[in-house]
């Protein structure tokens, strides 16, 4: 079992800037992609910024040029680096991660609890 833990949200105005982490515990033997989701009301789940196990990110294109994604692999913790904040940011960002355990043979797909951030005056 893995666990995904995030935190770093908040309110904050628009042109500021948030740093999330998500720190996975649990059995973790490596971690292939570690990636962020975010949910505004009304909204469907959307794909934010994802880092592979080489170094390789994908940025979706709303938020490319403002947000960065990084990861320690000692640590087993995601960064989402959030600069330019807009209000059209706000959102439950979802931290995900799949997880190959030291007992099995293929990995499996794990979700953190969500952190609110709010970008408003």
């Known amino acids: 079992q893995v666990q995904l833990v995030e935190s770093g949200g908040g309110l904050v105005q628009p042109g500021g800037s948030l740093r999330l982490s998500c720190a996975a515990s649990?059995?973790?033997?490596?971690?292939?992609?570690m990636a962020w989701y975010r949910q505004a009301p009304g909204k469907q789940r959307e794909f934010v910024a994802a880092?592979?196990?080489?170094?390789?990110?994908n940025i979706a294109d709303s938020v490319k040029g403002r947000f960065t994604i990084s990861r320690d692999n000692a640590k087993n913790t995601a960064y989402l680096q959030m600069n330019s904040l807009k209000p059209d940011d706000t959102a439950v960002y979802y931290c995900?991660?799949?997880?190959?355990?030291?007992?099995?043979?293929?990995?499996?797909?794990?979700w953190g609890q969500g952190t609110q951030v709010t970008v408003s005056s």
């Open positions: 995900n991660a799949d997880v190959f355990g030291h007992r099995g043979w293929a990995t499996r797909d794990y």
């Open positions: 880092a592979n196990s080489d170094g390789s990110t």
């Open positions: 649990g059995d973790i033997f490596s971690i292939n992609a």
